[in-house]
């Protein structure tokens, strides 16, 4: 059975940075592609970055240079860097998990999901 579980998300001042964690379990997180998507209140949960099976990251536009995302495989983990952090970050953020690696920026194409964790940007 997967489960995708995140972490690392709180308060933080605007122009200051949170690494997220995403934790796998039930599968490897090399032989798969793993995304970041962000949902903030009020709004459609909307796609933040993406990393394929061999390391190749693709993100957002509006996050480029202020998003990393990376994947440790000996902790099975995947994470996401934000720097530079506004309260237009402000927003739950989820890690899912795409099967066949042909999501990137679509979520229909991540089959499973985790609980999210909230990021909170204050100005």
């Known amino acids: 059975q997967v489960h995708v579980v995140e972490s690392g998300g709180g308060f933080v001042q605007a122009g200051g940075s949170l690494r997220l964690s995403c934790i796998a379990s039930g599968l490897t997180v090399t032989n798969y592609a793993m995304g970041w998507f962000r949902q903030a209140p009020g709004k459609e949960r909307e796609f933040v970055a993406a990393?394929?099976?061999?390391?190749?990251?693709y993100y957002k536009d509006s996050v480029k240079g202020q998003a990393t995302i990376s994947r440790d495989n000996a902790e099975n983990a995947v994470y996401l860097q934000m720097n530079s952090l506004k309260p237009a970050d402000t927003a739950v953020y989820y890690c899912a998990v795409d099967l066949t690696g042909t999501g990137w920026e679509n979520e229909r194409g991540y089959s499973y999901w985790g609980q999210g964790t909230q990021v909170t940007v204050s100005s």
């Open positions: 990393i394929s099976w061999s390391g190749r990251t």
